[in-house]
């Protein structure tokens, strides 16, 4: 049997996921993400995973080097195809994010919604591991994700959201023993599509996730509230800065 990772990505989540947020939406985050890493433009950016390339497409468009890696074949031709319709130049590669072939290759790298902590405790260490290896000295990590600090003061085990392209479910349990949510999906399209999936996520606290990076080797840490980049606070969405 495979890890979840490796097909939950695809069929009905990858159609309602791809409708979840707007142009004014994605040039928001990526405004965000050009401040909290530094960015002058030309940078040279790596993007993992990069998903259909929302974020990677429109920091191509401002005069960026991209650079977008991820396992699904599938979300990298869409990124493909929506940079070409935009007459934009983007590098895609398919390959793991745990072992990326750059050494000391791009100024900043950023890992965005909630894609930390996939893998077991050795994996994930292998994956900022390899984000420190892509970065030239001085380069900045972006991780966007909700940690503990985030989840628990309003925990929901059960609850739906969803867009034009699909309602889903989500049925969590926190699994105390090993520090990871175990989650239960169901898709359902307006066509009468009805997907179930599963995933296991490791759920940091915020002095777990600054650890593993400074055993790694990044040296410098920063965490900001990612709805308005002020100060990280109990209850805020996650954007950590690490510098190597």
């Known amino acids: 049997m495979g890890e979840w990772w490796q097909e939950f990505f695809r069929g009905l989540w990858q159609q309602a996921q791809l409708g979840w947020w707007s142009e004014d939406d994605t040039r928001a985050a990526a405004d965000k993400v050009e401040r909290l890493l530094g960015l ?14 929302r974020i990677s497409i429109e920091l191509a468009a401002r005069g960026h080097d991209v650079t977008g890696v991820d396992l699904n074949e599938t979300f990298l031709a ?40 996939y893998f077991d405790e050795g994996g994930n260490e292998r994956t900022a591991a390899s984000v420190w ?14 940690i503990a600090e985030t989840v628990f ?28 949510n175990e ?37 410098r840490f920063e965490g900001f509230d990612g709805k308005d980049l002020a100060p990280f606070q109990l209850g805020a969405r996650l954007w950590l800065v690490a510098t190597k």
């Open 40 to 53: 002058s433009s030309p940078a040279r950016v790596l993007d993992v995973p990069c998903g259909d390339g």
């Open 78 to 117: 869409e990124a493909a195809r929506k940079a070409g319709d935009r007459g934009l130049s983007a590098r895609w590669e398919q390959g793991d994010m745990r072992e990326l072939p750059f050494d000391s290759e791009f100024e900043a790298a950023l890992n965005f919604w909630g894609s930390f902590g």
């Open 183 to 219: 989650s239960d999906w169901i898709v359902i399209t307006p066509d009468g599509g009805r997907e179930r999936l599963h995933s296991s996520i490791r759920l940091y606290t915020y002095h777990e996730l600054v650890e593993l990076l400074r055993k790694v080797g990044f040296t």
């Open 153 to 180: 003061p309003h925990f929901r085990g059960r609850f739906w959201f969803g867009s034009d392209q699909a309602l889903v479910l989500d049925e969590t349990r926190y699994d105390f023993e090993t520090g990871r």
């Open 133 to 146: 290896r892509s970065l030239t000295p001085g380069g900045r990590f972006l991780i966007e994700l909700p």
